[in-house]
């Protein structure tokens, strides 16, 4: 079982551009969250999807915009990027059923805005 | 909402001593509880889980948290600690309610000194 993974593992982006940081869940999960983490802080919730739809949303802008695939697997999309953007990136997958919130993380990616 | 409050940024220990990190929460519904550990430039890892029953449970690498409803804490520990345990420590909780989304605390740096 590979678990959670995610690509790429770091990022350099200019202010201004897009990115994309792709996920796909640890066998058997339905479930993808996406949680942003800067230095020095814990996670923070972005948004999580479920069936191909988003179910949940955190506290941040419409810059940041996601999407699920039919195989579970998700990306996250970050537009206009600025440098409060740069962040370790994590995805986290769990079953829908009976998962009570139990989540596996991925190694996350590192992105850095200049 | 939820929320969590870790309230210790750092906590240095000599190896062999035992250690506690604190967390408490604040939701107006049952709660989940978590405990992620972090070693440096990696993802979460799940340590232990509160989702009922038992308030007193054991996780990997020795480690064991007991969940205590009237005063909303749910505290980290283990009686020997070793070198390799020097990591940051994340305290989260979810619910039902809110999707089952994590909202986690600041995070303990955890130093073992030799």
């Known amino acids: 079982d590979a678990g959670v993974t995610q690509s790429p593992t770091h990022l350099i982006k200019t202010r201004g551009q897009q990115v994309t940081l792709r996920c796909s869940p640890k066998?058997?999960?339905?479930?993808v969250s996406w949680y942003q983490q800067a230095l020095g802080q814990g996670p923070q919730f972005i948004f999580q999807?479920?069936?191909?739809?988003?179910?949940q949303r955190g506290n941040f802008p419409d810059r940041f915009s996601g999407h699920q695939f039919p195989n579970y697997s998700s990306e996250l999309n970050v537009n206009a990027l600025l440098l409060g953007d740069s962040a370790l990136y994590l995805c986290?997958?769990?079953?829908?059923?009976?998962?009570?919130?139990?989540?596996?993380f991925g190694q996350g990616t590192r992105l850095t805005v200049v | 909402a939820q929320s969590v409050t870790q309230l210790d940024s750092q906590v240095p220990v000599f190896e062999e001593a035992p250690v506690e990190l604190r967390c408490n929460y604040s939701?107006?519904?049952?709660?989940?509880l978590f405990w992620y550990v972090q070693y440096p430039n990696q993802g979460l890892q799940l340590l232990l889980k509160?989702?009922?029953?038992?308030?007193l449970v054991k996780g990997i690498n020795g480690f064991e948290a007991e969940f205590n409803k009237s005063q909303t804490s749910f505290h980290l520990r283990k009686p020997s600690v070793h070198i390799s345990d020097t990591a940051e420590y994340f305290c989260?909780?979810?619910?039902?309610?809110?999707?089952?989304?994590?909202?986690f605390g600041g995070g303990t740096r955890l130093m073992v000194k030799p």
């Open positions: 939701s107006s519904v049952s709660v989940y």
């Open positions: 999807y479920y069936e191909e739809e988003e179910r």
């Open positions: 989260a909780v979810s619910s039902s309610n809110a999707g089952n989304m994590l909202t």
């Open positions: 986290a997958s769990r079953r829908s059923q009976g998962a009570r919130g139990e989540a596996f």
């Open positions: 066998s058997g999960h339905d479930t």
């Open positions: 509160y989702l009922s029953g038992s308030t």
